[in-house]
């Protein structure tokens, strides 16, 4: 069992920046490929940014692509997501996701694929 605990959501101007942190439990964190997704009110979940067990390989939404940035230390056990010049349509409920067993240095982009799931923080983009 994992457990993940998001934090760094919060109330921000467009243009605005935030950095999302999301903490795991568990000796294997370098094992894990992680991933963000958001769901905003009345709308489906969608995938947000991936990265690698390793760091080297990370994907982006077009929505976000050359806004956000993900990144890992996995001596801290620790997935971050840098938002940047945020627009009010990124205002949702922001989730990290762990999929556990991973075969390779790869990403993963379908919330299927993923075996758990943290709380979520909220990000609200004022207009």
């Known amino acids: 069992q994992v457990q993940l605990v998001e934090s760094g959501g919060g109330l921000v101007q467009a243009g605005g920046s935030l950095r999302l942190s999301c903490a795991a439990s568990?000796?294997?964190?370098?094992?894990?490929?992680m991933g963000w997704f958001r769901q905003a009110p009345g709308k489906e979940r969608e995938f947000v940014a991936a990265?690698?067990?390793?760091?080297?390989?990370?994907y982006y939404a077009d929505s976000v692509k050359g806004r956000f940035t993900v990144s890992r230390d996995n001596a801290k056990n620790t997935v971050y997501l840098q938002m940047n010049s945020l627009k009010p349509e990124d205002t949702a409920v922001y989730y990290c996701?762990?999929?556990?067993?991973?075969?390779?240095?790869?990403?993963?982009?379908?919330?299927?694929?993923?075996?758990?799931w943290g709380q979520g923080t909220q990000v609200t983009v004022s207009s």
């Open positions: 996701a762990v999929k556990s067993r991973v075969p390779s240095d790869s990403y993963y982009y379908a919330g299927f694929a993923y075996d758990y």
């Open positions: 990265i690698s067990r390793g760091g080297g390989s990370t």
């Open positions: 568990g000796r294997t964190f370098s094992n894990y490929a």
